[in-house]
Structures are given as structure tokens and as C-alpha cells.
């Protein structure tokens, strides 16, 4: 992965997990799905959209920032490209 990591994560992958983290959450009786990220999930070398989002739960933004996208500078290059990629208009 190259510094802007997270650029590089599988949207489906990413969904998929966000949305089983959810429903672990409720299975479990937490009240917020951080509770069930920090406790109970501890993804692998090769599971970066589940680090992903234990990252983007339980640490700091400066630490996602740099962890995820290399610093300031790359997350800057990242939204740039993603703002670029999507119409941001309100719909008609």
C-alpha cells in the first residue's frame, strides 16, 4: 500500500465489514460500535478495512491522518482526488 493507504482499500470489503462491525454491536449489546471495534476486533496483516475502521473508531484524526494517508499533505492530495472524481452539487 503507498501512503494515501486507505485510498487503496476495497469500497466493498470496507462496506462489508463496517456493516458486520454494526451488527456484531448490536448482537453484543454495546450501546456504540466503537466499544465492539476496540474489544473485539483485531484484523490481520492482510485486513487493512477492518484496521481501517478500528483506526477510524477508536484513534485520534492526526493518527488515522498519518497512519491511513501519510500525513496532511497526502490526505490533502487524497480529497483533492476524490472531490474530483464525484459531482458534489445538490441533486434537482
Do not use: C
Request: aromatic share 8%; hydrophobic share 45%.
Amino acid at each position: 500500500m503507498s501512503n494515501a493507504r486507505a485510498m487503496e482499500l476495497d469500497a466493498t470489503r470496507l462496506g462489508d465489514a463496517l456493516m458486520t462491525a454494526y451488527m456484531i454491536s448490536v448482537q453484543l449489546g454495546h450501546k456504540h460500535v466503537a466499544n465492539t471495534l476496540r474489544d473485539y476486533y483485531h484484523p490481520g496483516p492482510a485486513e487493512h478495512e477492518q484496521a481501517f475502521l478500528v483506526d477510524l473508531f477508536t484513534q485520534p484524526t492526526d493518527v488515522i491522518g498519518e497512519r491511513w494517508f501519510g500525513g496532511v499533505d497526502g490526505l490533502l492530495r487524497a480529497l483533492a482526488g476524490v472531490m474530483r472524481a464525484r459531482t458534489w452539487a445538490p441533486p434537482a
